[in-house]
């Protein structure tokens, strides 16, 4: 017995030392495998900063400013290197020069979707944003098609965005000079464009479920641009298990997708299908004629979410960008008089804007093109994968590399827009005062997957803005010297500061 007395220690030790040597044995094939993968991987990847297991360039990055970080790593490894956000490899691509050869001129290589973590925890590739390939392709052609038999980009919806602004219009004048947060005014105005088209109907802004649906779509979308939703980028796999800011996002975005189901489903019920009401109804009659293809694309989940990658982007940005607007007219009160100048020589007091208005006004298109250039509103653009092995430059892209095409280096590209850090309407305004175009306006992305709301998206812009400057005057609560315009925050999207402001009748 005493001699067990004696052995029990030395056995617990050796088991213990034992463990010790697995456990360090373990985690040091795990690190070989993983440089060995990343060195596999590599083919002839663009240049980057050592990634460590795991972390990859955590410590390099700073995701209170992912854009920034990105960039200044651009400085020292030139406009085409490779990070790893986490166990992420991405290949990043600065200026205009490098996106139009990656997205334009080798479009079919770039044609692919990476990640966007937040989302994919909804949409795991299905619907037209997030998905790839022949999924992405057919729900995209449909998409367009459907958008247009709707009347996107004729006249049937600039009637629609007038009627809509109308009802703006009045809203604003009951807040009677009152200062007001312009947020939610502006999102139910923009949402209820989009809401006709794909659910046949607008809401009414007192409707306490839509104020609920625009709060569910700014939240997440807010969540997107934090450096909680920039950790969640990198490190997905492990934080969609941990309670955090992610989780509230995920709500966010379930409570979206059940009330796109709930509106499929009444849709179902009362389906005519020789006179299709909206999207939605021209979907579910495409999923009966398309019942026997086993290959279809045509089937529930691609149409709810579907439906819902149409109602947030045509919701979000385009509302986004105005608030950021107003918020630069205000800090430009010269550029405002100007507007307003060219809206009362051109349009007059007592007609409605009209979009073919844009033609005689110059000096206002350059004001909503230097607005959304300035407001860059997705900067980081939404990630690409390569679809094949893929040589871009000297560089070999190993198929599935995933690609961030850097929106907001093309837009603030020094090469293209003589000051890119300020607000100037200059940058698309010739010597004579007549507008012009700009290769490196790139808003809406470019290539085979640019967005194809860019249509409906510059015809609110304008009708919108027109609308309403040709009633109101801004006021803010500062001096224009003492307005912030910098982003509140920028990480996958660019949410502009908070603040309140006064429409005064004009």
């Not at 209170?64 to 790593?73: A, G």
């Not at 992610?246 to 499929?264: H, N, R």
């Not at 850090?421 to 992305?445: E, I, M, Y």
Request: proline share 6%; glycine share 6%; net charge positive.
């Amino acid at each position: 017995q005493d001699q067990d007395a004696v052995y029990h220690p030395t056995a617990t030790m050796l088991t213990s030392g034992l463990l010790l040597v697995a456990a360090v044995a373990f985690l040091s094939v795990l690190v070989l495998m993983s440089v060995w993968k990343q060195r596999k991987l590599s083919g002839k990847l663009p240049p980057g900063p050592t990634p460590l297991p795991f972390i990859g360039n955590f410590l390099q990055l700073n995701t209170e400013q992912m854009y920034n970080s990105l960039m200044k790593i651009s400085q020292r490894y030139g406009p085409v290197f490779t990070i790893y956000l986490g166990p992420r490899r991405i290949v990043v691509l600065c200026g205009q020069e490098a996106v139009k050869e990656a997205l334009v001129d080798q479009a079919e290589e770039f044609s692919g979707r990476g990640e966007q973590a937040t989302f994919d925890w909804l949409f795991k590739g299905y619907g037209v944003a997030f998905s790839s390939g022949e999924r992405a392709k057919q729900l995209r052609r449909f998409s367009i098609a459907t958008l247009r038999d709707f009347g996107v980009g004729k006249r049937g919806i600039e009637e629609r965005i007038q009627e809509e602004a109308g009802f703006l219009i009045d809203s604003f004048r009951k807040t009677n000079g009152a200062f007001i947060d312009p947020t939610f005014y502006l999102s139910r105005t923009v949402s209820n464009v989009i809401s006709s088209i794909v659910f046949g109907d607008r809401f009414d802004y007192e409707d306490k479920e839509f104020l609920s649906l625009l709060r569910m779509m700014l939240g997440s979308f807010q969540f997107t641009a934090t450096s909680m939703g920039q950790l969640y980028e990198m490190f997905s796999s492990v934080m969609k298990h941990l309670p955090g800011p992610q989780q509230q996002a995920f709500k966010e975005l379930q409570g979206l997708e059940d009330f796109i189901t709930k509106k499929v489903e009444h849709n179902q019920r009362t389906l005519d299908p020789n006179s299709p009401r909206d999207f939605i109804d021209s979907f579910l009659i495409r999923m009966l004629e398309e019942k026997k293809n086993p290959n279809t694309e045509f089937y529930m989940k691609n149409l709810v979410l579907t439906t819902l990658n149409l109602f947030f982007a045509g919701t979000e940005t385009v509302s986004t960008t105005l608030r950021y607007g107003f918020l630069l007219l205000m800090k430009h009160p010269d550029i405002e008089a100007k507007v307003h100048e060219e809206i009362d020589r051109v349009i007059g007091r007592n007609r409605q804007p009209k979009y073919e208005d844009r033609m005689k006004m110059p000096y206002t298109e350059a004001v909503i093109h230097e607005i959304q250039r300035f407001a860059d509103m997705i900067p980081m653009g939404l990630a690409r994968r390569v679809t094949k092995d893929t040589k871009f430059r000297d560089f070999l892209l190993p198929k599935g590399t995933e690609v961030f095409p850097m929106l907001g280096s093309v837009l603030k590209d020094p090469k293209f827009f003589s000051n890119p850090k300020d607000f100037n309407p200059k940058h698309f305004l010739d010597d004579k005062g007549q507008f012009k175009k700009n290769d490196a306006f790139v808003p809406f992305s470019i290539g085979k997957r640019y967005c194809f709301g860019e249509g409906l998206a510059r015809m609110e812009l304008f009708l919108f803005l027109t609308n309403i400057m040709q009633n109101f005057h801004f006021k803010s609560t500062q001096a224009p010297q003492d307005i912030d315009v910098s982003p509140r925050l920028v990480g996958f999207a660019t949410i502009p500061p908070t603040y309140t402001m006064s429409f005064l009748s004009r």
